[in-house]
């Protein structure tokens, strides 16, 4: 079930050439011309991480392997060093670049119920994939930091390690559902299960027609959050850390955490607390409202000035990543309700740099959590371990609700589901108004912690209106739906 179409737009994208970069062919270690050849006979989907890691390590020769493992292992042991003493701080014998990605004590485990003790490591291996697939593609994986495409090489190597136990679980998970909820799944329904499942389009919630925060009783007034979106002078989505504001929690110390499991302990920089924590976590990282100018003497802006002059192509806070949820056609009010009332949902070109965990990643189930993010070609992982009900919901869409008519009975009554929990996905790197697929704007009485937020569908027509204007002025490509009222 696709969201209402009772209003459409179409605007026309422009077309914007941008420069091809040309690496440095003596600096290069990986053989380009053959992951190229093999990528084309694979025929494989213009990026994939999975696809293009395998073709990136067959190309390495022994002697490169040899020298970036021995290069590798010392920067490694630098930073461990790093790491030793009081409060996790200490003296090494060279400071390493943010963009190392932070070795902590424990590695990866295959082992799901380990999940919630793993520590994020990044080996010389791991090293030398991040390498590896940024001289392959710079155009594509150049053009993130080292700690996103870290994240992204974890997400794929997590995946890889728990295929088969997750496999298992997600065969279970049927049987389970069979016996919570009298669903009747045969073991063949499960490939086309996972297949939706991998399908599934990315979308994110907000409350447009407000300022930003009402909805979890921060509202300090002033612009509405669709003329904040649509007045940034570089036409992106900005993350926590760079505005301070979400609609969700503001907190650094939870998200900080959540943020060192994906693997960005190297930008974020923490100065307090536990690694890996979701509480008591103090970062170099924090929440700026508004630039760091000279006279500002707090302890973050002198970190963040430093920083900035050693390292020029210094981008925290803007490397940290983004946020959406996998929705499943049903799913008419997006990833909930209670983050706002319309959906953006995302082209698929961005796919290949997101991860998924089973549930919000700041969760205190383990296997939800973002301890256990995965990459999206693993969605085995992602239905073992989601909540029941999501994993009812995604079964049933993928197998027309034949095996669970009430579900399929609910959803034709109310005409789409609104849940309250969802399977998380995070977006590596920059997001903007190009990446918009489709805005759908809905109506209705929405609950959040400050109390009711009513969204009129006057208010919906007029951001549709302001949308529509905008997009055709900017040359986005983007479509605009009136939606629905909500029913929570």
Do not use: C
Not at 99 to 125: H, N
Not at 200 to 206: D, G, K, M, P, Y
């Amino acid at each position: 079930m696709e969201p209402a179409k009772k209003t459409r737009t179409t605007t026309t994208t422009r077309k914007r050439g941008t420069a091809k970069k040309t690496p440095d062919k003596g600096k290069r270690s990986v053989d380009v011309g053959l992951a190229k050849r093999k990528r084309k006979e694979k025929d494989v989907a213009p990026v994939n991480v999975s696809d293009d890691l395998r073709i990136a390590r067959e190309s390495w020769t022994g002697d490169d392997r040899d020298r970036w493992a021995e290069e590798s292992g010392k920067a490694d042991r630098r930073m461990l060093k790093a790491l030793q003493g009081e409060g996790g701080k200490g003296e090494a014998e060279e400071e390493p670049s943010p963009f190392k990605p932070m070795p902590l004590a424990v590695p990866v485990s295959v082992d799901p119920e380990q999940r919630g003790t793993q520590r994020m490591v990044a080996s010389a291996t791991d090293l030398m994939d991040i390498k590896a697939l940024q001289e392959m593609r710079p155009d594509v994986y150049g053009k993130l930091t080292v700690n996103q495409v870290w994240a992204l090489v974890a997400a794929e190597r997590k995946g890889e390690l728990q295929h088969e136990k997750d496999l298992r679980a997600s065969e279970a998970r049927l049987q389970k559902l069979n016996a919570e909820f009298k669903t009747t799944y045969e073991p063949e329904d499960l490939p086309a299960i996972l297949k939706a499942l991998r399908a599934r389009r990315l979308a994110s919630n907000f409350f447009f027609s407000v300022p930003p925060g009402r909805n979890i009783g921060v509202d300090k007034g002033g612009d509405t959050l669709l003329d904040l979106l649509m007045a940034d002078d570089e036409g992106r989505f900005r993350n926590v850390w760079e505005t301070g504001t979400s609609q969700a929690s503001v907190d650094p110390g939870p998200r900080g955490g959540a943020e060192e499991r994906f693997g960005y302990a190297a930008a974020l920089k923490r100065t307090a607390g536990t690694p890996l924590s979701l509480f008591g976590g103090q970062f170099a990282t924090e929440p700026t409202p508004a630039p760091f100018d000279d006279a500002d003497t707090s302890p973050q802006a002198v970190e963040r000035r430093r920083l900035q002059k050693e390292y020029p192509n210094y981008v925290q806070p803007r490397e940290m990543p983004k946020y959406a949820a996998a929705v499943g056609p049903s799913q008419v009010y997006g990833v909930s309700g209670r983050y706002g009332s319309s959906v953006i949902y995302w082209k698929q070109d961005i796919d290949w740099r997101t991860t998924r965990s089973p549930g919000d990643s700041w969760s205190n189930d383990m296997l939800q959590s973002g301890m256990a993010f995965v990459s999206a070609n693993y969605p085995e992982s992602i239905f073992a371990h989601t909540d029941p009900y999501i994993a009812r919901v995604a079964a049933a869409e993928a197998t027309g609700f034949k095996r669970d008519p009430v579900l399929g009975a609910k959803v034709e009554e109310q005409g789409g589901l609104d849940v309250y929990n969802y399977i998380e996905a995070q977006i590596h790197g920059d997001l903007s108004w190009h990446d918009v697929d489709v805005i759908v704007l809905n109506h209705g009485k929405y609950g959040g912690i400050s109390g009711t937020i009513e969204v009129t569908l006057a208010d919906a027509k007029k951001d549709a209106a302001k949308l529509m204007r905008f997009a055709e002025e900017n040359g986005y490509g983007f479509t605009v739906e009136i939606g629905r009222k909500f029913h929570g």
